[in-house]
């Protein structure tokens, strides 16, 4: 049985100094479970502002990281959120992979005056060194705007590959980094490319990007980049079981009646290839499973005919899937996210269009654009500028709304003219004067240049909106609509909200304590809220598990039963289920003492979002109910669905 502790290296941005901690297994064993430990009893975030020097940024590895196992070298950020105000866990493939350092997660406290790039290097002997590099805030603006012939994360990986050759060819490192998104919005995502001795391979890039981490590591602690590699054996750290591919195929044998890697191939077919779809990848496979449910216009199309939904679905068919298939699926062009993996996630297009569905979604239909030609012009400059695209997506969707509704004029926000946002009378042209004004907002957003952009990108939608009705409550009594009904947002305390995944489906906007990420059901259903609680909680523990290992959630199909029994076998984890459960009720009870606890639905779209939900899937009763008051019903629903919620994490 492995007995190792679990290490954290803390790095203080203020006194340039830093130090490593040791826990016992059962007492931190993971990301989450330290990232909650500093944040409820060090540092206690919860009672100070956001962007506090103690917002302490977790990076850390799974207890896997240095295992022959697949997926398993994501780094897991926890950190309090400048979106939803609590306490939120957001992923990055394959980051830890490079990270051959005697460490398990990275702490970042304090904060530089100085924008900062830290190095971080081992040796070989097991003692992890830190430098720290200044960089004039100037200087960081000039390479965001452009550096080598890219633009901000791109660029700033350039700079850096540039000015650290040394050290990326010696440890064959890598980085994380942050673009001005998270210098002038409050979504700013943490970024990492793939290196090969410093050079960036496209296309196998990721964020963990949700809920605004990178905005935390730039503007409560100055730090524009990490940079990391070392000849440290993580090998070592992990079971001789798990590095071996004999022992592996064993465990999976009795697990699964099938050798590793076939179970994880077969669990993973939707993101590798789906032979009865002839597709793979998250936009391969969810377009054709979504159908009409697509969400497009910034969920305009809950309010229209399944025919009209089915005609713009045949445009997303046409210009978006049988593209990305004759680009990417057709041409093999398939990588990983650097680490090594049968599942090839990453669909690269033309030698440089990662393509996801979130962010194409976002985007692309979101933002009346079904093209996906238009779309990568848009997708790929957020992902420059260091943006969550998911939430990116709903902030453009808000704002073409509010054109449409004429509540916003184009001038206002440096626009030359108004997006076409009418699905009814939608032509595919549409989609390049929608993309043109789109990359014109991510330019002004991404550096603060106009004074309304800031407001959304600083306060985040939902208090944006309640202060534009009150600057345009003129406009809003002549349109008989508010700023407010416009977007769709899960609410949290005062001021806190995420907006939801690209799924039509209750399970992204219940009352959840951690939302923004698939810690719930999202499937296209309409339950009582009493059995949609219970079910979203298991499927939350689930989820947090995968997480906190590490591990990529593409490979839940085999993982969610493995897990359990590897941590039990070979780590001592006794009961690791109950142990995530646990840490599931303490983010609830972090999330309280920080005000960012669930309320109420505070936008007319999203109580709409749920009364055609239960009505689109075929829940008579509740349809019902909302037909005869559709305010009452949706209270009634969250309510109970609250209640649940309560008696299921005390």
Same mark, same amino acid.
């Given at each position: 049985?492995?007995?190792?502790?679990?290490?954290?290296?803390?790095?203080?941005?203020?006194?340039?100094?830093?130090?490593?901690?040791?826990?016992?297994?059962?007492?931190?064993?993971?990301?989450?479970?330290?990232?909650?430990?500093?944040?409820?009893?060090?540092?206690?975030?919860?009672?100070?502002?956001?962007?506090?020097?103690?917002?302490?940024?977790?990076?850390?590895?799974?207890?896997?990281?240095?295992?022959?196992?697949?997926?398993?070298?994501?780094?897991?950020?926890?950190?309090?959120?400048?979106?939803?105000?609590?306490?939120?866990?957001?992923?990055?493939?394959?980051?830890?992979?490079?990270?051959?350092?005697?460490?398990?997660?990275?702490?970042?406290?304090?904060?530089?005056?100085?924008?900062?790039?830290?190095?971080?290097?081992?040796?070989?002997?097991?003692?992890?060194?830190?430098?720290?590099?200044?960089?004039?805030?100037?200087?960081?603006?000039?390479?965001?705007?452009?550096?080598?012939?890219?633009?901000?994360?791109?660029?700033?990986?350039?700079?850096?590959?540039?000015?650290?050759?040394?050290?990326?060819?010696?440890?064959?490192?890598?980085?994380?980094?942050?673009?001005?998104?998270?210098?002038?919005?409050?979504?700013?995502?943490?970024?990492?490319?793939?290196?090969?001795?410093?050079?960036?391979?496209?296309?196998?890039?990721?964020?963990?990007?949700?809920?605004?981490?990178?905005?935390?590591?730039?503007?409560?602690?100055?730090?524009?980049?990490?940079?990391?590699?070392?000849?440290?054996?993580?090998?070592?750290?992990?079971?001789?079981?798990?590095?071996?591919?004999?022992?592996?195929?064993?465990?999976?044998?009795?697990?699964?009646?099938?050798?590793?890697?076939?179970?994880?191939?077969?669990?993973?077919?939707?993101?590798?290839?789906?032979?009865?779809?002839?597709?793979?990848?998250?936009?391969?496979?969810?377009?054709?499973?979504?159908?009409?449910?697509?969400?497009?216009?910034?969920?305009?199309?809950?309010?229209?005919?399944?025919?009209?939904?089915?005609?713009?679905?045949?445009?997303?068919?046409?210009?978006?899937?049988?593209?990305?298939?004759?680009?990417?699926?057709?041409?093999?062009?398939?990588?990983?996210?650097?680490?090594?993996?049968?599942?090839?996630?990453?669909?690269?297009?033309?030698?440089?269009?990662?393509?996801?569905?979130?962010?194409?979604?976002?985007?692309?239909?979101?933002?009346?654009?079904?093209?996906?030609?238009?779309?990568?012009?848009?997708?790929?400059?957020?992902?420059?500028?260091?943006?969550?695209?998911?939430?990116?997506?709903?902030?453009?969707?808000?704002?073409?709304?509010?054109?449409?509704?004429?509540?916003?004029?184009?001038?206002?926000?440096?626009?030359?003219?108004?997006?076409?946002?009418?699905?009814?009378?939608?032509?595919?042209?549409?989609?390049?004067?929608?993309?043109?004004?789109?990359?014109?907002?991510?330019?002004?957003?991404?550096?603060?240049?106009?004074?309304?952009?800031?407001?959304?990108?600083?306060?985040?939608?939902?208090?944006?909106?309640?202060?534009?009705?009150?600057?345009?409550?003129?406009?809003?009594?002549?349109?008989?609509?508010?700023?407010?009904?416009?977007?769709?947002?899960?609410?949290?305390?005062?001021?806190?909200?995420?907006?939801?995944?690209?799924?039509?489906?209750?399970?992204?906007?219940?009352?959840?304590?951690?939302?923004?990420?698939?810690?719930?059901? *999202?499937? $296209? &259903?309409?339950?009582?809220? +009493?059995?949609?609680?219970?079910?979203?909680?298991?499927? @939350?523990? #689930?989820?947090? /598990?995968?997480?906190?290992?590490?591990?990529?959630?593409?490979?839940?199909?085999?993982?969610?039963?493995?897990?359990?029994?590897?941590?039990?076998? *070979?780590? $001592? &984890?006794?009961?690791?289920? +109950?142990?995530?459960?646990?840490?599931?009720?303490?983010? @609830?009870? #972090?999330?309280? /003492?920080?005000?960012?606890?669930?309320?109420?639905?505070?936008?007319?779209?999203?109580?709409?979002?749920?009364?055609?939900?239960?009505?689109?899937?075929?829940?008579?009763?509740?349809?019902?109910?909302?037909?005869?008051?559709?305010?009452?019903?949706?209270?009634?629903?969250?309510?109970?669905?609250?209640?649940?919620?309560?008696?299921?994490?005390?």
């Amino acid at each position: 049985m492995n007995t190792r502790r679990y290490r954290a290296l803390f790095i203080d941005a203020s006194t340039r100094k830093h130090w490593v901690e040791e826990y016992e297994l059962n007492e931190v064993y993971s990301p989450i479970s330290l990232g909650l430990k500093l944040h409820m009893e060090r540092y206690k975030s919860w009672g100070k502002p956001i962007y506090h020097p103690d917002n302490a940024l977790i990076l850390g590895a799974g207890l896997f990281t240095g295992s022959k196992m697949y997926g398993v070298h994501r780094f897991v950020a926890v950190f309090r959120s400048p979106l939803t105000k609590g306490l939120h866990v957001s992923e990055m493939g394959g980051a830890a992979f490079q990270f051959k350092i005697n460490a398990d997660a990275v702490v970042i406290v304090g904060r530089s005056e100085t924008p900062l790039i830290v190095k971080i290097y081992d040796q070989g002997d097991g003692e992890p060194v830190v430098e720290f590099h200044e960089i004039q805030e100037e200087t960081l603006e000039h390479i965001w705007k452009g550096y080598g012939g890219f633009k901000g994360i791109y660029a700033l990986q350039q700079y850096l590959s540039d000015h650290f050759k040394g050290f990326y060819e010696e440890f064959n490192g890598r980085s994380i980094l942050v673009g001005p998104a998270s210098k002038y919005t409050n979504i700013g995502a943490l970024a990492s490319v793939t290196l090969n001795k410093g050079r960036m391979d496209y296309g196998s890039e990721d964020f963990a990007a949700r809920a605004g981490g990178g905005s935390i590591l730039y503007r409560a602690h100055g730090v524009a980049a990490i940079i990391y590699g070392g000849r440290y054996d993580r090998s070592t750290k992990v079971p001789m079981e798990l590095s071996d591919t004999r022992e592996l195929d064993k465990l999976f044998m009795e697990l699964t009646k099938q050798p590793y890697t076939q179970a994880v191939i077969n669990a993973g077919a939707k993101y590798r290839y789906d032979p009865k779809l002839n597709t793979g990848g998250t936009l391969g496979g969810n377009y054709p499973h979504l159908k009409a449910t697509t969400p497009m216009f910034n969920w305009k199309m809950i309010y229209l005919p399944k025919d009209l939904r089915e005609k713009l679905h045949e445009l997303i068919m046409k210009y978006m899937w049988e593209p990305f298939n004759r680009e990417a699926i057709e041409t093999r062009s398939w990588k990983t996210c650097g680490e090594p993996c049968p599942l090839a996630c990453k669909k690269v297009r033309l030698g440089k269009y990662k393509s996801d569905y979130e962010p194409y979604n976002g985007l692309g239909p979101i933002i009346g654009v079904l093209d996906i030609h238009e779309a990568e012009k848009v997708v790929e400059l957020a992902d420059a500028y260091g943006f969550d695209a998911i939430e990116l997506g709903q902030i453009i969707g808000f704002l073409f709304e509010a054109m449409d509704k004429g509540l916003l004029r184009p001038e206002e926000i440096g626009l030359p003219g108004k997006p076409f946002f009418d699905p009814a009378s939608y032509s595919i042209e549409y989609a390049r004067v929608n993309a043109e004004l789109a990359v014109k907002i991510i330019e002004q957003l991404a550096f603060g240049s106009n004074p309304l952009l800031r407001l959304i990108g600083e306060r985040g939608l939902r208090s944006a909106a309640k202060i534009l009705d009150i600057l345009y409550r003129e406009r809003i009594i002549e349109r008989k609509t508010r700023f407010s009904d416009i977007p769709i947002y899960a609410a949290f305390g005062e001021e806190g909200h995420i907006t939801p995944n690209y799924y039509w489906t209750p399970g992204l906007v219940a009352p959840l304590v951690v939302l923004g990420k698939y810690w719930t059901v *999202y499937s $296209g &259903v309409f339950m009582e809220p +009493e059995e949609f609680a219970s079910k979203s909680i298991e499927r @939350a523990i #689930y989820e947090a /598990l995968i997480a906190d290992m590490g591990l990529c959630r593409f490979h839940r199909g085999w993982a969610e039963k493995a897990i359990p029994v590897i941590l039990e076998k *070979y780590y $001592g &984890v006794e009961k690791p289920l +109950e142990k995530i459960r646990e840490l599931y009720k303490k983010i @609830a009870e #972090y999330q309280k /003492l920080a005000g960012a606890l669930p309320v109420f639905w505070d936008s007319g779209k999203i109580i709409d979002f749920m009364a055609l939900a239960a009505e689109e899937y075929g829940n008579v009763e509740w349809g019902g109910k909302f037909k005869v008051n559709k305010e009452a019903a949706a209270r009634e629903w969250w309510e109970r669905f609250y209640r649940k919620l309560e008696e299921l994490t005390r």
